[in-house]
């Protein structure tokens, strides 16, 4: 069957989630968790959904990015992309005006990622498997055959990486098996946002507990008199036994990052997510260096540009914990190098999620993960937060504190409809009856 | 004088380049040298100029940007802005939404360059002195004050530069006197293109020899055997007594950059520019050592992203030319620290220039550097292309092959009323007239 890609639509989709701090942290104070929505057509009726996540303002320039780079795609054969995907991957980023803009970076590789992620889910729905199940029956050489090596060569071969995934071939039914029975490891990031109150996150630490959750997370870094006093609180409620995550998000710089963390050593977090810009390799090392003796592991990835950026990461020994996220980087195909090179160098993936549509991308590649490369969960684990899932068609189930395998094709990226009718950016309903209500709180979130 | 900025407008402009390969290299087969222009308007009628460098498709993005951002900068007192021009600045790049699709890299730091670049001409103007002018008479308490030492405190702090500054304030009346007598030493990158024949590389060489130029750039990358050749033919016209540098445009990935580059060691080139990624500091670090003692240095930062990249480059050797680029990172106030970083650590600044006001732009800077903080451009020459001058109203004036020092207020980056008439995209005279005349190509074009 012929499938030609025949248009794509791109919308500007933002939930006010400002209003009640949600998401806050030491840099962004005030997020309105949004995503440029990607919906790639073809002849044949069947459609992609793909997104990347947005913070608000800024939606509309991703969405402009997407469309100007959809002349890329409109009129393709599907087919074609799928067999030849590295390629027509490396044609989406090298394109030799826009790549000037970037390259691989930014606006364009968040435009990138939306549009790689379309054409994943469209795959994954011509095939009628969920996208973790389409990465797991593809043989190591079709999978490799998605990756652009380019600038990676000197910490890994597409030989040694088809390699890693034949040596570790043996079990996987047995470990699907597994999975789908249990699910995979998540940590929560709900208990611990810097605009909630003290009584707001006592409380969540509780519920979550409640519901089987090991480890927590909690951002610091804007004033640590507030962190200690918070980190007493989380710990109050948790106890020693479970695990503890402190994320500053980027806030401080590299000294100062050392420093505020010596003060929090007593509560032994198990990792400082983002203590510094995610472009500042060599400070990461030194950081590492001296909390690493502290039993202090250095996690980032969320706002890593792109596979060079943590090849060094992993290469330099700069992080201990390496954080994916599925729609800042350009898609399914280079996440799947920074896995690669992860493996090699080993050092553990804790996928980011949290944003829209980032839990029910993310859980895809990590039980891919599991079944194909490193077969293990031990030390690994994938954010969860319970946000904005009640508007994706066939959102994320925990159980257990786990998340259960997705069974419906496609990748999950797919909206309802009255999510778009309700949260198009600027004319949904939810939109307009706010500017209605109250026009002076426009200003705040627009 | 009280003055309150009352409105930014943004234009795409574009020139079509591509027709006859000026300014092609082996990753930009076909740029269309374009820009995104903005024009800061005031309450008192003085306006501001500035841009940023793009290669065609994608100006578009970088336009919505910039829009995107203008309301940081609408209704704001100009001189508020430059009296704390480092907080400002910090301002605009860390919008806690618009952060997030950069941060400080890619469209939205390419738009923050447009937009503080348009701000220090809009300074320069009210001050009614040539930015480089204005640049060196500010005390260093002043010029430090525009810098935001965030993520850079590892290497340099405030202290330290201010200090610099001062140590090299003795003789800038009689260095200022030189560089009007002399100008600064230029080289150009006109004789090498790759879409260039090898009769015009040969003719072109003989030309800027004739000119008094004595370094000479050609793009290598695309095929050895080329490269052998063109290089041959450029050393037997401009001999072994002038320098030649090589540009492969981030082409190769790191053992190939090695191994290319030990072929063209007998053409004795001073350095090797973007061997590979720009965001590869650790592969850079290796190419260097390879190289180095083969007399060939690495020279890379037209891409490089931020003052992050640029210090781990610094920190970690892996360049030894550091080429600032005046329309991708966040303008003057960022790359003004790129250069206190570079001067500690002892690496020449040779800035890109070529694309659209690059040349009006980086002349500037360096000579500030040479008054200021440098003293000498002892191995330090600024990047020349004769390419889209003739659209400034005051275009770089070169005499003997040096760039002499502007005259007239401002940054040199406003353009003649007809440019803005003629080449605005998609509606200006020419490219209406070129959709007339030719609609088969306009695919290519545009």
């Given at each position: 069957m012929e499938i030609l890609i025949t248009d794509i639509d791109v919308k500007d989709i933002r939930f006010p989630t400002s209003l009640l701090a949600d998401g806050s942290d030491a840099m962004h104070t005030d997020p309105d968790y949004s995503c440029t929505y990607v919906t790639i057509k073809t002849n044949k009726g069947i459609e992609g959904y793909g997104l990347t996540f947005t913070l608000g303002r800024g939606t509309e320039i991703v969405v402009q990015a997407c469309k100007s780079m959809s002349y890329l795609v409109k009129g393709e054969n599907a087919n074609?992309?799928?067999?030849?995907?590295?390629?027509?991957?490396?044609?989406?980023?090298?394109?030799?005006?826009l790549r000037w803009i970037g390259p691989e970076k930014g606006v364009i590789h968040l435009a990138t990622a939306a549009i790689i992620n379309a054409l994943w889910d469209l795959w994954a729905r011509i095939e009628k498997k969920p996208v973790w199940k389409l990465l797991t029956d593809l043989t190591p050489e079709q999978l490799i055959s998605t990756i652009d090596f380019r600038y990676i060569t000197d910490v890994i071969t597409k030989e040694e990486a088809i390699k890693l995934l034949k040596d570790n071939q043996k079990g996987k039914e047995e470990r699907e098996m597994i999975l789908r029975k249990n699910g995979y490891p998540a940590y929560t990031t709900q208990v611990g946002w810097l605009g909630y109150s003290d009584s707001k996150v006592k409380e969540l630490c509780a519920k979550y507990l409640a519901l089987g959750f090991t480890s927590f997370k909690a951002k610091v870094g804007q004033n640590l008199t507030d962190d200690i006093r918070r980190c007493q609180l989380i710990r109050d409620v948790i106890g020693y036994e479970n695990k503890l995550m402190v994320d500053a998000?980027?806030?401080?710089?590299?000294?100062?990052?050392?420093?505020?963390?010596?003060?929090?050593i007593k509560f032994k977090p198990t990792w400082i997510e983002e203590p510094t810009s995610p472009d500042d390799v060599l400070g990461h090392v030194k950081i590492a260096n001296e909390l690493r003796p502290h039993g202090i592991g250095v996690a980032t990835g969320e706002m890593c540009a792109n596979r060079v950026m943590f090849k060094q990461l992993l290469q330099a020994k700069a992080i201990d914990y390496c954080q994916i996220d599925s729609a800042r980087i350009g898609g399914i195909n280079e996440i799947l190098s920074v896995y690669l090179m992860a493996k090699k160098l080993n050092v553990p993936v804790c996928p980011h999620a949290g944003g829209?549509?980032?839990?029910?991308?993310?859980?895809?590649l990590q039980m891919w993960d599991f079944i194909c490369l490193n077969t293990s969960t031990e030390n690994r684990v994938i954010e969860y937060v319970d946000q904005q899932h009640e508007h994706f068609e066939y959102p994320v189930y925990?159980?257990?504190?786990?998340?259960?395998?997705?069974?419906?094709?496609?990748?999950?990226?797919?909206?309802?409809e009255d999510t778009i009718k309700n949260y198009s950016y600027p004319n949904g309903e939810k939109w307009k009856n706010m500017y209605k209500k109250d026009s002076s709180n426009l200003i705040q979130i627009i």
């Open positions: 074609n992309i799928f067999t030849h995907f590295g390629i027509f991957w490396r044609k989406l980023t090298s394109e030799s005006q998000n980027q806030i401080w710089d590299i000294n100062e990052a050392i420093e505020w963390m010596k003060q929090l829209v549509g980032l839990c029910e991308m993310v859980q895809h925990i159980q257990n504190a786990c998340y259960m395998p997705p069974t419906r094709p496609g990748y999950s990226t797919k909206f309802t």
